[in-house]
């Protein structure tokens, strides 16, 4: 920004879901300048962030997350990370209640005298379709139809506040003047220069 001392490869990102709310200031040109709307992911990057989300979890072979990315149309990474995280939890549970009912008929057995079955402890839980069939009951969009628009219809008015000048071309020909005389323009800005004087 002007003022400040001049430091190379310095990038200022931001990012918003409400850029209705951004002040008009700071789209003007010299400070956030370039505009670039990351709509809601397609099938092919759901199932990409699916893959990511999931990359240290165990999960059942018959498990389809192809299935899962044509089935969420319109679902946010959040969204899509939310039903990950639900199945996970639900395969957790269902392994600490499986622990709790071992741990219960040993105590049994061993009350009844019998000799307690050797049950191996179990691996790490498996998320299977019935954890994703479970978590998808749960499953919701946070971006409406509604919302989609608004974002949509935004980046478009400011692609077009951007590109106003979006025609403009210099004459063929060159006029022969000297650069920056033409209509007393030099004349303003050495008038001009006593601003900063």
């Known amino acids: 920004m002007d003022g400040m001392n001049a430091k190379k490869n310095v990038f200022v990102i931001g990012a918003t879901n409400r850029p209705d709310q951004i002040d008009p200031a700071l789209l003007r040109p010299g400070r956030l300048d370039q505009l670039i709307y990351i709509p809601l992911p397609d099938e092919a990057a ?17 498990v389809d997350l192809t299935f899962i990315s044509k089935k969420t ?3 946010s ?29 040993q105590k049994e057995a061993s009350a009844r005298g019998e000799e307690a079955m050797d049950t191996e402890e ?3 839980p498996e998320i299977t379709r019935a954890h ?9 969009r946070s971006v409406s139809d509604n919302d989609l628009r608004k974002y949509e ?39 001009d220069d006593d601003l900063y004087s």
């Open 46 to 62: 759901r199932s990409q962030i699916l893959q990511a989300t999931l990359r240290k979890s165990p999960i059942a072979k018959d």
């Open 73 to 75: 149309i319109g679902f």
């Open 77 to 105: 990474g959040a969204d899509l990370a939310e039903i990950c995280q639900r199945a996970c939890k639900l395969a957790i549970r269902e392994s600490i209640e499986n622990d709790i009912k071992r741990d219960r008929a």
């Open 122 to 124: 179990d691996e790490v």
């Open 132 to 140: 994703f069939e479970e978590a998808m009951k749960f499953a919701r």
């Open 153 to 191: 219809m935004f980046a478009q008015n400011l692609q077009q506040r951007l590109g106003v000048q979006g025609n403009f071309k210099f004459p063929d020909g060159s006029s022969g003047g000297a650069p920056g005389t033409q209509n007393g323009f030099q004349e303003n800005a050495n008038a």
